[in-house]
């Protein structure tokens, strides 16, 4: 039977650069759909488009020099416009790419469409994000089931790895996950969050940025912020910055016959490269 995936152009078994073999790393994330302000928005914030590979050039923002804005963009712009489902990893010698995809197809085959509540600019250690205004008990349950659901393809990270992530401040339980799932902030420690900055101190620089941010992006955060889908995103050897491999849609809801009103599709913006123009 043919693949109906289209699989990574780099992809082999292993990668290898200089006489090392480099795997290259995967991660499940949440991505708005490519046609929405919200991805729009944050891509054009970041400077890359994650989906077309395109590099964008981010907005001005008066009082800081371009090439800072690159700088603080630049950790979040190698991973693209995303909220993280199950963080980046190595495939363990018996999965390949293909089974990854499969895995995955099944997975949100299981999975029905729901909505979070409106999104928010926030502080999270430092850096500036977007994140849901109230708890959703729908996405905790998405995250946990995804984490658990691809946990058998994922590779165990190395002893340097653990070495490395255990540098930064953990609690008991953060400590434990990461030793028995790869990454610290999963199950209750997860919090989904688009993150669109490195850590910045507070000085005159993060009160300008954080006024640019609430102009660029509140008008999107009104209404409540549809999760329909995931995406498998993949990280290419040698520093290359993450794409978008595949797009996986949920099964849809069955009709709801009930008397109701019937909601109203938000407004999606039709050039938001003009209006990112301006406002600043």
Known sequence: MQNPFTLSPVYQP???ISNLVVPMRYAIYYAPPASTPLWQLGSRWLGRDARSGQLL???RIR???SERILELTRI???YGFHATMTPP???NGKTTEPHLLEVLTDFVSRQQPFSIPALK???MNGFFCLQPARHSLSLQTLASLCIRAIDHCRAPLT?????RRKTAVLNGQEKRNLELWGYPYVFEQFCFHFTLTARLSETREKELIHAALAEIFSPYLADPLLIDGLCLFVEPPSG???HCLHQFSFAPCLPDTRNRKRSQAPHLCTDVATRIEGLL
């Open 14 to 16: 292993e990668n290898r």
């Open 57 to 59: 050039t981010p907005p």
């Open 240 to 242: 290359q910055p993450m």
């Open 121 to 123: 600019l926030s502080q």
């Open 89 to 91: 990893f190595r495939l």
């Open 159 to 163: 002893p340097s790895e653990l070495a």
């Open 63 to 65: 009082g800081i020099d």
């Open 76 to 78: 979040p712009r190698h």
